[in-house]
């Protein structure tokens, strides 16, 4: 029989006893429990005995209420016949204040696996991903993303990065269902108050432009050099930092993309910046 046991994968598994997690354990409301009927199938025991010890606890009424559960349901017995029968739930706690006085080595490889049940489940439900949404339900917040750029005349990118940075993600399909409305919401304001963004006066434009020394033309080379470098750099440190689920994992992921459109707009300058700094480079090294 221990040979048996040894094999099983969780966490011992008789082949006479069901002592899978999800078997013996289950959610009600928002909390875990078992059922005396399984108490008394997974320790070979006649359930109406399982009851009658959980009646006769010596324990007070407080813990009891807070931990065990009468329950009726009607059972066939044959011939169409049905009959009431009575069983109880129970918390964790309820469990082992019932099964301390089982003794015995089988008993205790028993209350063992149980009690890693009740905690393989409780890891089951923390690390239960929230639930995410569907290009169907992220409808309303493209269509608010819309009025954004509309009405603020931004590019995409920036205004996708603008609810990225506010909601701590780095796409808005990591968006949880009951962060879209809020989402939403959030786009609205700044469609309607411009918050985000403070009032400035506008500039005259300068109608000749300004005229960049050939200094100045190869620092900004250099600028144009480095944002690229720090851009492919973000990218790259994004995923490691998910994984260690770091705060500036979004930041990392705004920092690696939103760069790049500003930086296809500017390619005459740039190509023209890089052409200044190799012709002063090629004069200071002879």
């Not at 006085?101 to 089951?124: C, H, L, P, S, V």
């Amino acid at each position: 029989m221990e040979a048996i046991m040894a094999a099983t994968q969780f966490p011992f598994q008789p082949n006479f006893y069901n002592l899978e997690p999800k078997y013996l354990i289950s959610l009600a409301g928002n909390e875990l429990r078992t059922t005396s009927a399984k108490v008394a199938d997974a320790f070979g025991k006649l359930h109406k005995n399982i009851i009658q010890r959980i009646e006769s606890l010596d324990c007070s009424a407080e813990f009891a209420s807070a931990n065990f559960s009468a329950h009726v349901q009607q059972v066939e017995v044959g011939n169409g016949a049905k009959r009431d029968s009575k069983h109880y739930e129970m918390t964790k706690d309820g469990f082992m204040f019932l099964v301390m006085g089982f003794t015995g080595k089988k008993a205790a490889m028993i209350k063992e696996a149980y009690i890693n049940a009740f905690n393989w489940m409780a890891g089951q439900l923390l690390n239960k991903p929230e639930q995410k949404t569907t290009v169907d339900t992220r409808t309303p917040l493209r269509d608010a993303v819309n009025m954004l750029v509309a009405k603020k005349k931004l590019m995409y990118p920036d205004a996708y990065a603008i609810v990225h940075q506010r909601f701590a993600v780095g796409h808005i399909d990591e968006l949880t269902q009951d962060q879209i409305p809020q989402a939403v919401e959030y786009v609205h304001q700044l469609v309607l108050e411009g918050e985000w963004m403070p009032a400035q006066k506008e500039l005259p434009l300068v109608q000749k432009g300004y005229v960049l020394t050939e200094q100045e033309a190869a620092a900004l080379s250099g600028v144009f050099s480095w944002a690229k470098r720090s851009a492919s750099l973000l990218k790259d440190m994004e995923a490691p930092l998910r994984l260690l689920k770091s705060s500036l994992a979004p930041d990392a992921f705004d920092g690696g993309n939103e760069i790049w459109p500003h930086l296809r707009n500017t390619e005459k300058v740039r190509e023209y910046a890089q052409q200044s700094s190799l012709a002063l480079q090629r004069r200071v090294l002879g």
